[in-house]
């Protein structure tokens, strides 16, 4: 008689012929209760400083110079918040910023992903060498362009207009490389002679194939871009004033003045001018980390 085949043992040979050789079966990965704490710890860390501003934005600046220092909310919140939108000249401040560091972002976003495209996937003559030199700019320091940059917008008539603060940071080399290095590996070349193939023109293959495939790069840039320009204080301090066209950041520095400072209202002007962010963040966080996961996918 012949042997019987054992069902069990043709499952385990097909599962074993089935998984590549040489790697292991894949286990799905718990996290223990150490992992909760080390989150927890970094979590409250990461919270400590903006909520340590949000209390001391609602005490006196009395109880602010006493030993030891509040660690619990004050009722003088919306005094304090009321006297720095008024001092700073809040609500011009941020109107000022967010045309600032959106027309930034968006500008930074455009020009990045139409350069790195370049860079990735088209071939010219000296693409190297100038990829080279565009990435060599990061080395240099901006507080070395701050002369020559202010003598040129005094020329124009830019001093204490926002212009001269959004214009020579409308591009960036560090936006540049971000989007060449994501679209070496997320755009495949053969999507690009595809739509050649079927007559599409450059400006349709840059909106119906480039722009697609970038948009997770997009998304991140653009976040990290809007903050940066948000908290941008050198530059804005030397362009712009606080009586004129001030930002967030160059508002805040008239807060500081006098004799004896008012801390608790400073601590509420920077209250006020996380506030934005904050909103930003929570209504587009999901997106940003989306893209992030899926960039590092597939990269």
Known sequence: ???VP???????GGAAAARPEGRLPMRSLRAGRLTYVV??????GSLFPLVWT???ASRSNTRLAQTPPPFWFGGNLGRNLQVAWTDANMGTALLNTVIVAGTVAAGTVFFSTLAGFAFAKLRFRGSRPLLALVIGTMLIPPQLSVVPLYMLIAKLSWTDRLQAVILPTLVGAFGVFFMRQYLVHALPMEL???ARTDGASSLRVLWHVVFP???PAMAVLGMLTFVMAWNDFFWPIVALTQNGSPTVQVALTGLGR???PDQSV???GALLGTLPLLLVFLVFGRQIVGGIMQGAVKG
């Open 1 to 3: 008689m012949g042997d």
């Open 6 to 12: 054992d069902p069990a043992a043709d499952r385990r």
């Open 39 to 44: 989150l927890a710890l970094f979590t409250a």
């Open 54 to 56: 949000a209390i001391a």
């Open 192 to 194: 690009v002679e595809a």
């Open 213 to 215: 495939a970038a948009r």
């Open 258 to 260: 006098g004799y004896i």
């Open 266 to 268: 400073i601590m509420a």
